[in-house]
């Protein structure tokens, strides 16, 4: 019976995140391992002032079917946060992950070589795998990718596009140098290769700096994906991808055809949050409280573990990304975290091949500052077990 | 430049329904083009009152991510509507049109033969196109469809599933007798076939009768397509998917990968909208209203047409399948009728080649009883000058 499925379905990848999500619907366990925002920062109060101002005002055509692109309102809105952007060049998706979906709807056949970052977002690798990819990884540091690496992957397998997250990078919280960005422009120019700029927590930015976008880089052979799920709400679903008019028409017919178009009353409601300045007024409440909570587990790490393990702390984003000593299996480490009842992700899934490493990921924006402590406390109590176990 | 996308977008048909939308957006054009239900009878009010009772009770996780298979609440209670099915075999997507994009995702390999109906809905057959399938048509009346001619497409061409509308039909309105779907059933069974029913009508049941569904006929063999476009409001976007357990995991999977979920706050206010009855209210009171529109629509028909052209009085659903004469070409005539301020959708682009037709599919839920009747003597006009000009 299972020869009835397609291909992809064979070739996809059981998701890591579910295993977790599974273990750690026990109670009593402190997690770092979901990519989750902190529910008690929700802006509950004024999504029901919206809502409420909404069902008020707004007309019955507002439950119809609609274009796919999306509201022309909240498209306005996000074409003004790029430079030289226009509504024509915003498509409205379900959260991102449609945004990827599309994109990989656009563009690959079976067997297309892509390039990602190694390690990556566990999600992307996921769906490259199930459109049958031919992945290539570039290696990534603290500073940026290896551009010469990167080269020779634009020569010799002729990439469709480059996924990156250069900016507070999921799993690492690192950010590309700006030499690095400028070089990857002039690659892909040279090689006419699309660069995909996956931007999900360029918002959330505890430390001055000012980061450059491949839309002002690299405008017409970029594509940009966004997201309010991280800086507003998750369940409102929306995500919205940037690209010049030639792709964003193709992406177009794609959305169409998946789902016909995203709920626009949500649209409406988000257009008029970012209107009035409500955005990034709770974004920068947002930011407040998430660079408290990055700084309470650096304390933790740095107390609980001094000079046993390697990290930068992250100036935005929502992850720490840890080196154990080389001997250190995460994954193996992992059983016993949870006998300890901590949970994190092994840093080996965010490599396409999962070869076994010795780095987790740890997210700091959801755990509360009490399980901040206990959390790395347990972890290093896990880890002593292991080091014990394995002498 | 063209090159770079994949083979799917260079065979992805230009949708028709876009050609008519850009067409109609002119002010004064009466239009039975689009499958859209009426917005002046969508349950404003009651969608307020649950909203904002919604907005009191709800706690703030209501808007973090959550899990791909859709809301308990929901589940639940469309698991009650199908005999012997439990929340277990139920996943929530966008729109049903999802749950087609799904099960493209989880069948069908570039090659991969199906079997629609001819004539079928369009935007599957679009995205079937999209996905390389092999689309094989079996004849449609209005007693069902010809087995015969299915039995031989199932032995011969080993379809992966053979995707049906049986009940209130798009385009035709038609619905499939008993043993037109008990013989169905029997081959499916024979030769391994999974039937996907798309179920999208058939609330609007204008006449008494009881609809036998796959659900019951073929419980482990079948897939329903469901969703709430056309009995609620099509901006909450909420379709489903009804499968046997072994399939909804698959689908349920490919739904992760593509969107992670969709969105609970609306899942939530529609199970408690279908909880507290107030969804059958709600669809008894709008077949009271369509089967009205229906009448007006027959009538004029009568009235202008009389014996010069062909169809069924539609028993439910949203649609008038007419046919003229042989020698009239309903695509060269929907640009006269568009002068005549009247526009329709032409019976070819249901069909896989869009061979030249004498079929129409004219809406009647969306048009005031006012405009029924002025459209109607538009259309007959157009046909005058059509068959004048082609004499």
């Known amino acids: 019976m299972d020869s009835i499925f397609a291909k992809r379905v064979q070739n996809a990848p059981r998701s890591f995140t579910r295993k977790i999500l599974d273990v750690i619907d026990a109670k009593d366990i402190i997690s770092f391992a979901g990519g989750l925002p902190d529910e008690s920062l929700f802006p509950h109060e004024l999504i029901k002032k919206e809502m409420n101002h909404s069902l008020d005002t707004m007309p019955r055509s507002i439950y119809q079917y609609s274009q796919a692109q999306g509201a022309i309102q909240l498209r306005s809105e996000l074409a003004k946060t790029y430079t030289n952007s226009t509504e024509k060049e915003i498509l409205i998706t379900t959260g991102s992950q449609q945004g990827l979906d599309i994109l990989c709807k656009a563009f690959i056949d079976e067997g297309d070589t892509i390039v990602v970052e190694a390690p990556s977002y566990l999600a992307a690798l996921n769906l490259f795998a199930l459109y049958n990819a031919n992945i290539q990884e570039v290696p990534l540091t603290c500073n940026g990718i290896d551009t010469i690496q990167l080269e ?16 507070f990078q999921n799993p690492t919280g690192w950010s590309w140098k700006k030499e690095c960005k400028v070089e990857v422009a002039r690659l892909a120019k040279k090689y006419n ?4 700029e996956d931007s999900p927590y360029n918002a959330l930015k505890y ?3 000012i980061e450059l976008g491949f839309e002002e880089l690299l405008p017409k052979l970029s594509v940009t994906l966004g997201t309010f799920s991280k800086t507003l709400v998750p369940d409102f679903r929306i995500g919205w991808m940037r690209a010049d008019e030639k792709f964003l028409k193709v992406f177009q017919n794609m959305k169409e055809n998946t789902d016909l178009q995203s709920p626009k009353f949500f649209q ?3 257009a008029k949050i ?3 300045g409500n955005l990034s007024l709770h974004v920068k409440s947002l930011i407040e409280a998430y660079r408290v909570k990055r700084n309470a587990m650096a304390e933790a790490l740095k107390k609980e573990f001094g000079k ?3 990290y930068e702390i992250p100036t935005g984003g929502m992850f720490f990304w840890i080196k154990f000593d080389d001997k250190v299996d995460t994954m193996k480490l992992f059983d016993i975290a949870i006998e300890h009842k901590i949970a994190y992700v092994p840093g080996s899934v965010f490599y396409k091949d999962n070869k076994k490493n010795s780095y987790v990921r740890l997210n700091f924006t959801n755990a509360t500052f009490e399980d901040i ?3 790395i406390k347990r972890l290093n109590l896990a880890l002593k077990e292991y080091n014990a176990k394995h002498e």
Chains 1, 2 share one sequence.
Do not use: R, W
Not at 152 to 167: E, M, R, S, V
Not at 193 to 196: G, K, R
């Open 308 to 310: 046993d393990i390697e």
């Open 152 to 167: 020779i992957l634009f020569k010799t397998k002729k990439p469709k596009f480059f996924y990156a997250i250069p900016t």
């Open 373 to 375: 402590k206990i959390g």
């Open 193 to 196: 290769v699309i660069i995909v």
């Open 207 to 209: 430390e001055e700096s």
């Open 274 to 276: 970012m209107k009035d």
């Open 268 to 270: 409406y409601i988000v």
